[in-house]
């Protein structure tokens, strides 16, 4: 008969207690990617204390979550720097901004030019004691000398007196030291009607009156005639009342606009200044 062995030894066994903490890891983990995954935008004070939890939930001081690399959707650390290389380096940018500066500077010097000659044609009247037939303003980029027909002409005539011509002259020379300025010369009359050999009527009188003046300007050979003009208005533009002598005789008028153009020099396009 064969004897019955007794086993006294227990077989040994692995301890498995490990896999409980191993099995809370995974699915806290699993956990934190279902979330990460299933946000469509970072909410930075809920990302906060999400990982806060997440940070006491694992036992650390630190979560996996505080990590600076971490951003806002749409963010990038390197994004602000990149945005002020792009619009530093932008041409197109660069190149309005110089220019702008170059028109400011442009329409600054008109401003003084026309001060200067302002000033000088002021000096002019007094000097000659024409103060009661002339008169200068400045008006934005534009300088305007007012003649007084009786200044110029015998009434009902075109042809400047030879006693006024002097004053054309003046003017031309002055002139002189603004080449690049455009000058229109136009006539104005009352509303009395003319009809005569010479002026059908008063379209023709104002006309003719701005052709002749300018015509002495031109004298000067140091301007250029490309920057004139002459043009009548007639009786169409009144600066007074034409039912008083006072005021028909301030319409009879001869007017010397002076103004500047701006280049744009970024297409050398020419802007006309404001009149």
Excluded: C
Aim: glycine share 4%.
């Amino acid at each position: 008969m064969s004897r019955k062995h007794k086993h006294d030894d227990h077989e040994e066994h692995v301890d498995e207690s490990w896999l409980i903490p191993y099995a809370d890891l995974l699915t806290l983990l699993l956990a934190l990617f279902i979330v990460l995954y299933s946000m469509n935008s970072v909410d930075v004070k809920k990302f906060e204390e999400m990982s806060k939890a997440f940070s006491i939930a694992l036992n650390s001081g630190s979560g996996i979550l505080d990590s600076p690399a971490i951003t806002p959707e749409g963010d990038s650390p390197d994004k602000p720097k990149e945005d002020q290389i792009k619009k530093d380096d932008n041409p197109k940018d660069q190149k309005e901004q110089d220019a702008q500066k170059l028109r400011e500077a442009a329409l600054k010097q008109e401003q003084e030019d026309l001060e200067k000659l302002k000033k000088q044609l002021d000096e002019y009247i007094d000097k000659n004691g024409l103060t009661t037939d002339l008169e200068t303003k400045l008006n934005m980029s534009q300088l305007m000398i007012t003649i007084s027909d009786n200044a110029l002409f015998a009434p009902a005539q075109a042809t400047v007196k030879p006693e006024s011509r002097e004053l054309a002259i003046a003017i031309g020379k002055m002139l002189q030291g603004y080449p690049d300025y455009e000058v229109i010369i136009s006539g104005h009359t009352d509303t009395t009607p003319i009809s005569t050999v010479f002026f059908k009527s008063n379209w023709d009188l104002s006309s003719m009156r701005a052709i002749r003046f300018m015509d002495i300007l031109l004298e000067n050979k140091k301007l250029k005639p490309q920057q004139f003009r002459a043009v009548g208005y007639g009786e169409y533009q009144p600066i007074a009342d034409n039912k008083t002598t006072e005021g028909k005789a301030k319409n009879r008028r001869v007017e010397v606009s002076i103004s500047h153009t701006v280049a744009d020099p970024t297409n050398q396009q020419v802007i006309p200044a404001a009149k």
